[in-house]
């Protein structure tokens, strides 16, 4: 890429046709606003057997906030870019004075602000109706969420790079969505696990966001345990930098 800096009248001008674009396909729309509701219904019966019904709610709505940041974030962003790149809309946008950060983030910009948007209804009307407490540390939860939806957006960069249509797209973020809930914790504990199973799910790309949103609602978790969730965002988010970086493409294969 060739600078860091971002205009934010050039980036709220490119969120803003973005959002343009993802009104107009209802499809789109309807996927990133209904699917995420959806998945929560479905999370909601899978934990019907845990002892505590406040520890049933509160798995719902971090498992909750993580369907939100897998959905609306990565798996409607790669459908973005690789839209986008078809079109020869990214390829076009180069040429202005944008810089790349700078359109990578415009068209995440609508993306984040709707996941941010269905997280805090989430956690306001979920908490209320499944009589759960509000986060014990609501500064952590939001930096949870906030580095999940950067991690998750250069993840759908890269994602993008080997996609070739918007067709295919469901196909090429099938493994990090199940690798995410079921290893992450968003469908079951991951201390449900076995032992070497549960160790290697501690390195998947949002175990460590995942960890720190849990630790956000619900409070108690060990420093090291921090640490750990922390290194592991900050590990991943490099590495999604650099594949970018390598790796993203601007224009259609040929």
Same mark, same amino acid.
């Given at each position: 890429m060739n600078t860091l800096t971002l205009n934010p009248g050039r980036l709220t001008a490119l969120g803003r046709s973005e959002l343009t674009l993802l009104v107009r396909n209802r499809a789109a729309l309807g996927m990133a606003v209904l699917m995420p509701l959806l998945m929560v219904f479905i999370l909601r019966s899978s934990l019907g057997g845990t002892e505590s019904a406040e520890a049933v709610g509160e798995a719902t709505l971090t498992g909750g906030i993580g369907m939100v940041l897998?959905?609306?974030?990565?798996? #409607? *962003?790669?459908?973005?870019?690789?839209?986008?790149?078809?079109?020869?809309?990214?390829?076009?946008?180069?040429?202005?004075?944008? #810089?790349? *950060?700078?359109? *990578?983030?415009?068209?995440?910009?609508?993306?984040?602000v709707l996941a941010l948007a269905q997280i805090a209804v989430l956690a306001v009307a979920g908490a209320a109706l499944l009589d759960v407490r509000m986060p014990r540390n609501p500064l952590l939860l939001v930096a949870a969420v906030l580095a999940g939806i950067v991690l998750l957006a250069g993840m759908s960069a890269v994602t993008s790079s080997?996609?070739?249509?918007?067709?295919t797209a469901g196909l090429t973020t099938l493994p990090l969505f199940l690798l995410t809930a079921i290893g992450s914790g968003l469908f079951m504990p991951a201390d449900s696990l076995p032992d070497l199973a549960a160790s290697l799910s501690e390195l998947l790309p949002l175990s460590g966001v995942m960890a720190l949103v849990r630790a956000g609602w619900s409070g108690g978790a060990e420093a090291h345990d921090l640490l750990g969730a922390v290194l592991n965002t900050l590990a991943w988010v490099m590495i999604t930098v650099f594949a970018v970086q390598k790796w993203f493409r601007w224009e259609p294969r040929r």
């Open positions: 897998v959905l609306v974030v990565y798996m #409607n *962003l790669v459908s973005a870019y690789v839209a986008r790149r078809e079109e020869l809309v990214l390829k076009r946008l180069r040429t202005g004075e944008a #810089n790349d *950060l700078e359109i *990578l983030a415009g068209t995440a910009l609508p993306a984040a080997f996609t070739r249509t918007v067709e």
